[in-house]
């Protein structure tokens, strides 16, 4: 029998062990069905101007545990560089 979309989503750490589910990976197959973004060429084409005005902001998130959330978290650490948490 076959893989499920969710078992083949976990990453196989070797001798029959599986580490955490690969979320990226089960939505980009599953839920959206791109492999990139469909923002991605918009926030490649002004990289460098949003660099510029997140760089050194303090920013408030609530429900950051949420997809929209989450998500907001992870473009400020690659814009931020290294911000608090």
């Known amino acids: 029998m076959g893989k499920t979309g969710i078992e083949e989503s976990y990453m196989d750490a070797?001798?029959?062990c599986?580490?955490?589910m690969n979320l990226d990976r089960f939505?980009?197959?599953y839920?959206?069905?791109r492999e990139k973004s469909m923002f991605l060429t918009?926030?490649?084409a002004n990289d460098?101007?949003?660099r510029k005005k997140i760089?050194?902001?303090s920013v408030l998130v609530t429900g950051g545990a949420g997809f929209i959330g989450s998500n907001y978290i992870h473009y400020m650490f690659f814009y931020q560089g290294n911000?608090?948490?």
């Open 14 to 16: 070797g001798a029959g």
């Open 55 to 57: 760089r050194g902001k």
């Open 42 to 44: 918009d926030i490649e």
């Open 31 to 33: 839920v959206t069905k």
């Open 83 to 85: 911000p608090a948490i």
């Open 48 to 50: 460098e101007n949003l």
């Open 27 to 29: 939505i980009s197959k």
């Open 18 to 20: 599986v580490e955490m």
